[in-house]
């Protein structure tokens, strides 16, 4: 919410065509934290069960954040390179070269101290105390928040501003992280001789595919955002974010319910109890599915006067976009609930093959939709984009129910 209220002062501060880097440069951290984040993921079941079940927590604690430190460590070289390129490869549209490059530094780097920070989340997980996790990323999120604005009415609006606000907000978010983590479970002990190569390796076969279903995941909107910055300019670029960062926002709210099932799916499983398992996920998706049923349908029925109260009058040309993207939403919501069932049984590599042909078949579409219209026909390519991402989105997470 917080982000979706940004929006519109973004817009005032620094226009669209500048506005429209901001989104860009968030989306690439995406790319060059797949490989981090990916880690992290398998990371957390190993170590979510240990504490569970108490077999040498510390231990895997340990393998799995200086693992993960580990992975941010040899992308800091793909970080400078991104970041100095990103001027010359990205339409900036009379930006400062140097002040995009800074931007897209400091939020990289904002986005591997995060990484770091996420491998501290499986012990609340294992505590059902997900509140400290969402406690953590609101006050990362207000602090990041009112840097921007504090910086923005101080001084020139500027690109650097945002990304410096990115990169101390990211260190308050993992030093607090850490003192939470360490008052759940006095126990955790992360030291490096506690590392244990052999076991992060087995960390990594799981890592792998999903490695796989993250590049199709970021073959969607991610994907589709280059591909317009590319084909039609940042201005363009600017208009699909808007519509893009309203959908993010309903699948923000839509995690921040179904992360809270997570704790008693691992429970249920570290237990055997496979019966209270299944039914926690089968009432979990009724209810999400009621619950957002109505939110949604009130953005589509009404998504030009959302979009005329929230950025202005001069925007409602993205409701068509903004309909399109909320095809099927209600339904993905939902399958969100079984997010973490394929990692729990170690069935990553179906899951992630399906996406990543559907994510190939989206950029493929993007791309072409862009290249065969004029360049003010950014919205004909967000509904190729949104449709295909609707469709196989929640193809993909329903394929995650069945443990076989």
């Known amino acids: 919410m917080i982000g979706i209220m ?5 817009l005032d501060e620094l226009g669209m065509a500048t506005y429209g880097i901001i989104p860009l440069a968030t989306t690439m951290t995406s790319y060059v934290m797949i490989l981090a984040d990916s880690l992290e993921s398998a990371c957390a079941r190993y170590s979510t069960i240990a504490i569970q079940k108490d077999e040498e927590a510390s231990k895997t604690l340990s393998t799995a954040f200086f693992g993960v430190v580990r992975a941010c460590l040899m992308l800091l070289p793909v970080v400078i390179i991104v970041s100095y390129a990103s001027p010359y490869v990205f339409n900036v549209d009379g930006n400062a070269s140097g002040d995009v490059q800074i931007l897209f530094l400091l939020v990289l780097l904002s986005s591997l101290i995060v990484t770091m920070s996420s491998s501290l989340m499986c012990v609340f997980t294992a505590f059902n105390n997900t509140y400290l996790e969402y406690l953590s990323r609101l006050t990362y999120t207000v602090i990041q928040v009112g840097l921007i604005v504090a910086m923005f009415s101080f001084g020139t609006p500027s690109l650097v501003y945002v990304g410096l606000a990115y990169l101390i907000s990211s260190a308050v978010l993992i030093a607090m992280k850490y003192v939470l983590a360490k008052h759940v479970y006095p126990q955790m002990e992360l030291r490096r001789r506690g590392y244990d190569g052999t076991l992060f390796r087995e960390m990594g076969v799981l890592g792998a595919w999903a490695i796989v ?35 993010s926002m309903i699948h923000t709210a839509c995690y921040s319910v179904t992360t809270s099932v997570e704790p008693l799916l691992y429970k249920c499983y570290s237990a055997e109890d496979y019966g209270d398992m299944y039914k926690i996920m089968r009432t979990g998706v009724k209810f999400v599915a009621l619950l957002f049923a109505m939110p949604i349908a009130f953005v ?34 939902a399958a969100s609930v079984v997010n973490s069932l394929s990692t729990l049984y170690l069935k990553v590599n179906a899951l992630a093959k399906i996406t990543l042909v559907f994510g190939l078949l989206n950029v493929a579409g993007a791309c072409a939709c862009c290249s065969s219209r004029t360049r003010g026909t950014a919205g004909s390519c967000g509904h190729t984009r949104s449709a295909r991402w609707d469709i196989s989105s929640p193809t993909c997470s329903t394929s995650r129910i069945s443990p076989a």
């Open 213 to 247: 279903y993250k590049v199709g995941n970021l073959l969607y909107i991610q994907a589709s955002l280059v591909v317009i910055n590319l084909y039609l300019g940042s201005e363009a670029g600017g208009g699909f974010s808007i519509v893009s960062s309203l959908v």
């Open 300 to 333: 589509f029925t009404f998504s030009a006067e959302i979009l005329t109260a929230w950025v202005g009058s001069g925007y409602t040309y993205l409701s068509g976009m903004l309909r399109v993207a909320l095809l099927c939403d209600v339904m993905f919501c």
């Open 6 to 10: 940004l929006v519109p002062y973004y």
